[in-house]
């Protein structure tokens, strides 16, 4: 699928040279400064996501990798806060390399880091987040951290219409995310060129929602 390679134990074939200073695949663009806004539910309660790509960077299997921000809100509430780790490889796949992220309770304290990991530490690889150029029936691994994470995705439609407040098109692309953790939960993500993630919805196993509502330009 790329040009670059996990070997076991999640060893870099051909180190860090095979990767590219920024994240510029088209379908998952990761642009310093830029906040995308989103607005859904979860578990029932309104929420509210800010994701930022930040201009800090964290070195991982000697791979620098860009830093993305994620504050989710429920009823208003600061509920979770995730920094996650992506780094482009020379041929445009995105690979996602960890992340570290905390559950706070009702004071606002860290309650569970439960998901968190980093690729080269405890046995837990990196995976392929986008292809470099996506085709329909595509599938890869994103994350393995046995026993606490291991996402799947398959790209289904590179044609499918999305409807959200930012923006409308005929043209993004589909994929269906699965995991061998919550073998009965099935969720749906829409991407659009040039913008990346616009929707992203669990059509089995819960009511987890969210659009694109803003995109903020730093």
């Known amino acids: 699928m790329v040009g670059t390679t996990l070997l076991g134990g999640g060893a870099i074939a051909g180190g860090p040279d095979g990767f590219a200073a920024r994240v510029t695949n088209p379908w998952f663009p990761l642009r310093p400064g830029t906040t995308y806004v989103y607005s859904g539910v979860r578990d029932g309660k309104p929420s509210r996501d800010l994701v930022t790509v930040t201009h800090s960077t964290k070195v991982i299997q000697g791979v620098r990798c860009t830093a993305v921000s994620d504050r989710l809100y429920l009823r208003g509430r600061l509920f979770e806060r995730t920094t996650d780790w992506y780094a482009q490889d020379q041929s445009g796949a995105v690979w996602y390399f960890g992340e570290q992220t905390a559950e706070l309770g009702a004071h606002g304290r860290v309650t569970s880091r439960e998901g968190s990991w980093q690729s080269g530490v405890d046995g837990a690889k990196a995976g392929i987040y986008m292809p470099a150029h996506p085709r329909v029936g595509q599938s890869a691994r994103q994350e393995l951290y046995v026993g606490h994470a291991d996402d799947h995705f398959r790209v289904v439609s590179l044609d499918a219409s999305v409807s959200v407040p930012y923006i409308s098109s005929r043209h993004a692309l589909l994929t269906k995310e699965?995991?061998?953790?919550?073998?009965?939960?099935?969720?749906?993500?829409?991407?659009?060129?040039?913008?990346?993630t616009v929707k992203e919805e669990t059509v089995k196993g819960g009511s987890e929602r969210n659009v694109l509502v803003a995109v903020r330009r730093g």
């Open 178 to 196: 699965w995991t061998p953790l919550e073998p009965g939960a099935l969720d749906h993500k829409l991407y659009v060129r040039g913008i990346g």
